[in-house]
């Protein structure tokens, strides 16, 4: 489920769990488990709408409360909704994509729906729905075997670039600054393998783009909003980047021995170097992971070839630690050379680090069920808490606005897991887990940084 704290993790509340069955009739609106799509208002943020296999559900209080949306004029019950669009410039109009029923269009904020289906849509699994940034009258839809264009609101439809027939697709992205230009990720039956289909007419000619896809799969494409000539592609484990509309692709991993990082980090002062920590040592980058080299990383260290994860001091990025199962280790020139900031008596294996952002030769480090602290970077450590009932410490984080109050979170899916908070630089503890339901277990901790 989702929830949110507004006390700095005092108590939680489920903004998930407070539904309105009206207008809609289905009633099967207890919870979000099947949640399948999600979009924001532009306009007011704190107006979202939830795409679930139970329809669509709509919250204007940030996620308080959420209302079933009306009801979606489909041949069966509320629709399982795939994707849903807002009108950039009409934030009230909406466009929703569903499984087997076409596609549908709301212009009151989702309190009725209108059938905008033709015999390209109707009764046809429909992936994604997207509006034109520019031009909103302009809406796409991406079904099982065409992309099929509207230019007036969804009131009648076209297939474009019939030269394709889909087999699947399951991405379609416009670019920002010239939304005549679109990509689309698919299975196309010309080829036998996924390609990437770019048109620079509004869908009515489509290329496929010269990206070697052959076994690869789990595709997504991002775009710089800003520069959208540069792409992304992540396929599996690789990650390929093209600055001139996909024209011509390369990897930007050239180098890594191995395909799939434990852990990346970026210089906070120069944005170009990256680390990419991997199960065959440590590796760096001077360009934007143009191309990357192995760093001389003393392997005996960590007990095996793998690299943990990584931190760099903020105020001095040559600095950089990372953890391991022998304890902690530092480097004091951007990760050339490595040595041993703990003993494994003192500490022992360690699963994760965390740094003082206001004092950086403060640290801090948790074990399996101890957290331990260092004032002189690394040299000496105190320990200054146990968890006798937690199963493991998974991760420790600093408050950046006051470093003397901690975060941890804990492996257990019974009272002693979920979250515990520090306010004297981890003397004393005390559970954050109210409203918690202890069924889910973290996978990830955060704090706003403002």
Known sequence: GLFRSKDSGATWAAINGKFSSEPSTTGNVSNFSNMTCFAISQESPSTMFAGTNEGLFRTVDGGTTWTACGIIPAQTEQPSVTSVAIDPLTPTTLYVSTDGNGVFRSVNNGGSWKD????????????????????????????????????????????????????????????????????????????????????????????????????????????????????????????FLSTNKGDTWKAIEAGLTNKTPNSLVVDPRLSTTLY??????????????????????????TGGKSVGEMIVDL???????????????????????????SSTSTIGSVNHIAIDPKTPTILYACTAKEVFRSNDSGSTWTKKTTFKTVYEILRIIVDPVTPATLYVYVDGADAAGGVYRSKDSGDHWTAMNNGFDHKYRFQSLTINPV
């Open 116 to 239: 905008i289906n033709s015999e390209l849509t109707r009764n046809q699994i429909c992936w994604q729905i997207a509006v034109d940034p520019k031009t909103p009258t302009t809406v796409y839809a991406i079904t099982q075997s065409y992309v099929c264009r509207s230019m007036n609101s969804g009131a009648t439809w076209k297939a474009v670039g019939k030269d394709f027939t889909l087999a699947s697709a399951s991405y379609v992205a416009i670019d920002p600054l010239t939304p005549t230009t679109m990509y689309v990720i698919g299975y196309v039956n010309r080829f036998t393998k996924h390609v990437i289909l770019r048109s620079v007419d509004g869908g009515a000619t489509w290329k496929a783009l010269s990206l070697d896809l052959t076994g690869l799969d789990y595709l997504t494409l991002a775009m710089s909003p800003e520069n959208p000539s540069r792409l992304y592609v992540r396929a599996n484990s690789h990650i």
């Open 276 to 301: 990419a920590g991997t199960n065959s040592g440590l590796f760096r980058s001077t360009n934007s992971g143009a191309t990357w080299k192995k760093v001389n990383f003393p392997v005996a260290l």
């Open 315 to 341: 105020k001095t990025p040559s600095i950089m630690y990372q953890n391991c199962v022998n304890g902690v280790l530092y480097s004091h020139d951007s990760g050339m050379t490595w040595h041993t900031a």
